[in-house]
Nanobody, 119 residues
Framework: QVQLVESGGGLVQPGGSLRLSCAAS????????MGWFRQRPGKEREFVAT????????SYGDSVKGRFTISRDNAKNTVYLQMNSLKPEDTAVYYC????????????WGQGTQVTVSS
């Protein structure tokens, strides 16, 4: 049974940085796309970033392009989200997800980690 556990969330001032981690256990996810999503207060969950298992160019949501970077360390079965130049509107619960069925939607989700950007 795959488990995804996010960490690294917290309170940060506008303009600051945070790095989120997503550690997978129960199964190696090295060959699968991994992604980050977020749910802002009162909003639906939205796409943040994704990275393929085999590498390649990551993809980002428009609101985070140029500020966030997704990466993965397959040796550690871990995916990261480096968030720079954070804004108050980045405040959200951030979720890690894996797509173990290549033709289906993201089907494995973590429990989420809270990121709050406030002065």
């Amino acid at each position: 049974q795959v488990q995804l556990v996010e960490s690294g969330g917290g309170l940060v001032q506008p303009g600051g940085s945070l790095r989120l981690s997503c550690a997978a256990s129960g199964r190696t996810l090295n060959n699968y796309p991994m992604g980050w999503f977020r749910q802002r207060p009162g909003k639906e969950r939205e796409f943040v970033a994704t990275i393929r298992g085999s590498g390649g160019i990551p993809s980002y949501g428009d609101s985070v392009k140029g500020r966030f970077t997704i990466s993965r360390d397959n040796a550690k079965n871990t995916v990261y989200l480096q968030m720079n130049s954070l804004k108050p509107e980045d405040t959200a619960v951030y979720y890690c997800a894996a797509k173990t069925n290549p033709v289906g939607p993201y089907n494995k989700w973590g429990q989420g980690t809270q990121v709050t950007v406030s002065s």
